[in-house]
């Protein structure tokens, strides 16, 4: 089934880079990736999904707009997403400037490329949770107001309002979604869920004993990814762009998901959890909770993954990684 659309994904290496190339695939569309060849094994999670042969990858970086018009003009995309970021927040701190590079500069060099090459074509930028950071309401919608906490969450908060800038000024179709924490057996393992799965699979398994972190007061409203790349797209088919929050409206501790994790392979977390000065950060978000009920009406889209079930599947892929 050939829909005859086309895709620019930057990030497409990444977790929602990765399920976002598939849910698209199924749908009919020429994907393309921005491939930024900033790491070593870039395309195991494409190859993961089976999908690696069907991406058409084009050489290119966020912080190079002559790279982004190039990909853009090789694509034809009709729809951009930009997923490419620096995205680790415990990263920021020692990467500031490159940080604010990525994901406050790179937004303004892909909005531009795309005014320039084909100012028709629909884009959607990934912003985040981590933009609401020292909270101003007790659950987070379109309407709170922003505090970030992090150079990561100052960078994403450029690309946001650079997001809604382009659609006020230039009359693009460019839509922000806001997207709380959301994971999945592709998740990196510099995050703490998969951090703690990985952990758990090799305690499990007799490969390790003890898991190091930092602050697991804090509060998390996690989803899964696969659920969230849905929303993404449903917000490029509406007539108008606009911005959403995407989340689950559940929050729970990091040392709640660690309960889970370890339960989930009939271990206790007290016995193996230490916490390490190391992973603190210097400025921490407490407690996020996002309202979905915006993107419930607007696109009818609905979180249909609990945070067991996430836990669950990602423990199992772990475990099955490790015994492979
Ligand atoms: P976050 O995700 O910063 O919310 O951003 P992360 O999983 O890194 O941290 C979540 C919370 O767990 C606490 N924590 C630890 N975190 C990590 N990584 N490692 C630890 O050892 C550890 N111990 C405790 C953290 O302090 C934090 O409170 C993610 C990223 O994917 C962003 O790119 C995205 O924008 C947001 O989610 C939505």
Known sequence: MNSGKSALITGVTGQDGAYL?????EKGYRVSGVLARRSTDTLWRLRELGIDKDVNLIDGDITDISSLIRALQISGADEVYNLGAQSFVGSSW???VLTAQIDGVGVVNILEAVR?????ARFYQASTSEM???IQAEMQDEKTPFYPRSPYGVAKLMGHWATVNYRESHGMHASSGILFN???PLRGIEFVTRKVTDSVA???LGLASKLHLGNIDAKRDWGFAGDYVEAMWLMLQQEVADDYVIATGVTTTVRDMCQIAFSHVGLNYHDHVVIDEKFMRPAEVDVLLGNPAKAESALGWKPKTSLDQLISMMVE????RLRG
């Open 132 to 134: 609401f950071g020292l």
């Open 21 to 25: 190339s598939k849910l698209l695939l």
């Open 317 to 320: 892929a772990d475990l099955r």
């Open 116 to 120: 320039i090459v084909n100012p028709a």
């Open 94 to 96: 020692q990467q500031p």
């Open 202 to 204: 090799r305690i499990k």
């Open 182 to 184: 959301h994971e999945s």
